[in-house]
């Protein structure tokens, strides 16, 4: 099966970087995932990384080391608007469900 | 507008009382799957479907059935309601199961069996 673990919350200040770290165990690897949610809405795609490196996309980067299995979500210029939670997730192999980690709750203060 | 719709967005009901949850997306997505989000837990998939017709067991299938007939539908049903599956339910569909394919969901529906 697989696993997936992340911080349940982190803050951080108007303006500011915030890391969001995500390390996993599967039998296989097809992939990680990101996705955003905020209160009372549904989740919604980030980002998608296959292969090592970092990943960007405007104020939101995401990195993958597929060698540790370990990724994580950067926030660059943190805005009121990001607080939310953040879930990463991952597929052992194609065809195959995708499994979500339990979401790390960002909150962002002035 | 593309979307994934579920239908009721909010349902109080009694326990052992059949109810369906319906979903509809419109984007001619082959996957589709369900998952109930509880605080805590994040989100845990009960059921998904490859294409139609083929239906698989997702991470706590139980009390839980769903069909699809058609490309666009995947209702999920509760046979007899019972208070441990008050939760939150999201659909969703992507083009397929390839890890690349982000996923649609829905607006979400707040179930809460009595």
């Known amino acids: 099966g697989q696993s997936l673990e992340q911080p349940s919350e982190v803050t951080a200040v108007e303006g500011a970087i915030v890391q969001i770290n995500c390390t996993y165990q599967?039998?296989?690897?097809?992939?990680l995932s990101w996705y955003q949610q905020h209160d009372g809405g549904a989740p919604t795609f980030l980002s998608y990384n296959a292969l090592d490196g970092l990943e960007e996309t405007g104020r939101f980067s995401s990195f993958l080391s597929r060698s540790d299995s370990y990724g994580y979500l950067l926030l660059q210029e943190l805005q009121m608007k990001d607080s939310a939670s953040y879930f990463c997730a991952v597929r052992d192999r194609g065809n195959t469900p995708l499994v979500f980690g339990k979401g790390t709750r960002l909150s962002v203060i002035a | 507008e593309a979307q994934v719709t579920q239908n009721p967005r909010y349902l109080i009901t009694v326990t052992g009382k059949k109810l369906t949850v319906t979903c509809s997306q419109n984007m001619n997505h082959e996957y589709m799957s369900w998952y109930r989000q509880d605080p805590g837990l994040g989100l845990r998939q009960i059921y998904y479907s490859m294409n139609v017709e083929v239906t698989d067991k997702g991470d706590v299938p139980e009390g839980y059935k769903v069909s699809r007939k058609e490309k666009r539908n995947f209702p999920l049903i509760l046979e007899s309601p019972s208070p441990n599956q008050t939760s939150l339910y999201f659909c969703?569909?992507?083009?397929?199961?390839?890890?690349?394919?982000?996923?649609?969901f829905g607006d979400g529906t707040r179930l809460s069996i009595l």
């Open positions: 969703a569909s992507s083009y397929s199961s390839g890890g690349n394919q982000p996923q649609h």
């Open positions: 599967t039998s296989g690897f097809y992939g």
